[in-house]
C-alpha cells in the first residue's frame, strides 16, 4: 500500500471512529494514537532521524496538550489537577528525550500514559 493510501486511509478510519464518538472514547482515540506516535519517536531516536524525531515529538507534546486543555480544573477536583501536572510532566520528558536523543524518557512516558489508557478503559467498562 503506498503512503499516500494508507494516510487517506488513517484518515477515514479516525474519522469513522470520532464521528459518534462519547468524550471518554475521544480520550481513548488520543491516547491509541498518543502511544503509536511515542513507539514512532522511540524508532526515529534510536536510528537517529533528527528531523523525523522532531515532528514525532511534537506531535506527541500537541496530543498531550491537547488531552490537558480538555481536562475541567474547575470542577474535576484533586484528580484532574493531578492528571493535568502528570501531562505536564511528560510532555517535559519527552523535550529532555529530543534534547538528550535519549529513549529512556519516552519509555517512562509511555509506560504512565497506558497506566492513565488503562483507567480510562476500567472507567468506559464500568460506565459503558
Keep these: 500500500m503506498s503512503h499516500d493510501a494508507y494516510q487517506s486511509y488513517q484518515s477515514v478510519h479516525l474519522h469513522a471512529q470520532t464521528a459518534q464518538a462519547s468524550p471518554l472514547q475521544l480520550v481513548l482515540v488520543l491516547m491509541d494514537g498518543l502511544l503509536d ?16 524525531k522532531a515532528a514525532s515529538l511534537d506531535k506527541c507534546v500537541a496530543i498531550i496538550n491537547g488531552l490537558s486543555s480538555a481536562l475541567d480544573l474547575d470542577t474535576g ?3 484532574v489537577v493531578s492528571l493535568a501536572r502528570l501531562y505536564d510532566y511528560c510532555a517535559e520528558r519527552l523535550y529532555r528525550a529530543g534534547i538528550e536523543l535519549d529513549v529512556g524518557p519516552v519509555d517512562e512516558v509511555r509506560g504512565l500514559l497506558a497506566q492513565i489508557r488503562g483507567g ?9
Excluded: D
Excluded at 506516535?37 to 523525523?52: D, G, K, S, T
Excluded at 480510562?120 to 459503558?128: E, I, K, P, S, Y
Design 37 to 52: 506516535e511515542l513507539a514512532r519517536a522511540r524508532a526515529h531516536i534510536e536510528a537517529r532521524r533528527f528531523e523525523l
Design 77 to 79: 477536583g484533586e484528580v
Design 120 to 128: 480510562w478503559l476500567g472507567v468506559q467498562a464500568r460506565h459503558g
